[in-house]
């Protein structure tokens, strides 16, 4: 997969409210907040978060129509320095 540019003007504050402090902001693509975690409190490290209430979220592989948004958060992660493993 050939990768993917986010721009920078993309790269805005969260849209959402957080709930895990450990979690690092990495991007808000298609109207959904990315997120990565290094803590382990949640089932994979990216996250994207799609609403205020605290179960508003999806970690992990668990909904294979958020791949390309799972494929983003990795992205941001690695430019940052993020270590997907935990």
């Known amino acids: 997969m050939a990768k993917q540019k986010i721009s920078r ?4 504050r969260p849209k959402f409210k957080r709930f895990c402090p450990d979690c ?5 693509y298609n109207k959904l907040d990315l997120y990565f975690c ?3 409190h949640h089932k994979a ?6 609403g ?3 179960e508003n979220f999806v970690s992990g592989p668990g909904d294979s129509t958020l791949f390309s948004e799972l494929q983003v958060a990795k992205m ?3 430019q940052l320095g993020c270590d997907g493993h935990h």
């Open 9 to 12: 003007a993309r790269k805005t």
């Open 24 to 28: 690092v902001f990495l991007v808000n």
């Open 38 to 40: 290094a803590a382990g």
């Open 45 to 50: 490290p990216y996250l994207i978060r799609y």
């Open 52 to 54: 205020d209430r605290k």
């Open 76 to 78: 941001e992660a690695a």
